[in-house]
T-cell receptor, first 112, second 115 residues
Framework: GQNIDQPTEMTATEGAIVQINCTYQ??????LFWYQQHAGEAPTFLSY??LDGLEEKGRFSSFLSRSKGYSYLLLKELQMKDSASYLC?????????????WGAGTKLIIKP | DVKVTQSSRYLVKRTGEKVFLECVQD?????MFWYRQDPGLGLRLIYF???????EKGDIPEGYSVSREKKERFSLILESASTNQTSMYLC??????????????FGPGTRLLVL
């Protein structure tokens, strides 16, 4: 079947590093997205991985291993404004029009 | 910047009422989507549209219909609202399904309460 798993909630300290994991099972993997969603707001795009390896973008990096069905989002030098939910989504080419499958999101709480 | 707007941020309706949720995007995107977001669940696709007057069912289309008469506007209709349709509704648009990085841009959401 198709499934995406993420931890429900994580807590980290301001200035530290946190890694949010995402594991997936799909039959036709065609790319993985990370989105950030602040409470009561729209999700906003963070990163996209389709090949194995690490993509770095400022304080945020995203890693993909297709053979393991695994991705992580790495946030460095955490700031209070990073408190949000982080959504993992996988594009499946075997779904009609390559629809995305979404994880339930990881709520990240940053403490001073 | 892409802008996706939704007609209401908050809406309260009664069971049995017909409900219209409207979404407008200003970047000439071909694709538009309606999702609902509930606690503990991932975004679930209700319907999407890849062209004017074209629509396709997502994972949970029951109880909903959609309309896309113009490229920039995608409407979600609840023919007869029920309490289990109380949810956050998110509209999104994207440029091209065939593209390598088909980023979806979301509207601010409509929180619907059905009494």
């Amino acid at each position: 079947g198709q499934n995406i798993d993420q931890p429900t909630e994580m807590t980290a300290t301001e200035g530290a590093i946190v890694q949010i994991n995402c594991t997936y099972q799909t039959s036709g993997f065609n790319g993985l997205f990370w989105y950030q969603q602040h409470a009561g707001e729209a999700p906003t795009f963070l990163s996209y991985n389709v090949l194995d390896g690490l993509e770095e973008k400022g304080r945020f990096s995203s890693f993909l291993s297709r053979s393991k069905g695994y991705s992580y989002l790495l946030l460095k030098e955490l700031q209070m404004k990073d408190s949000a939910s982080y959504l993992c989504a996988v594009r499946d080419q075997e779904r009609s029009n390559y629809q995305l499958i979404w994880g339930a999101g990881t709520k990240l709480i940053i403490k001073p | 910047d892409v802008k996706v707007t939704q007609s209401s941020r908050y809406l309260v309706k009664r069971t049995g009422e017909k409900v219209f949720l409207e979404c407008v995007q200003d970047m000439d995107h071909e694709n538009m989507f309606w999702y609902r977001q509930d606690p503990g669940l991932g975004l679930r696709l209700i319907y999407f549209s890849y062209d004017v007057k074209m629509k396709e069912k997502g994972d949970i289309p029951e109880g909903y219909s959609v309309s896309r008469e113009k490229k920039e506007r995608f409407s979600l209709i609840l023919e007869s609202a029920s309490t289990n349709q109380t949810s956050m509704y998110l509209c999104a648009s994207s440029l091209n399904l065939a593209g390598a990085q088909e980023t979806q841009y979301f509207g601010p959401g409509t929180r619907l309460l059905v009494l």
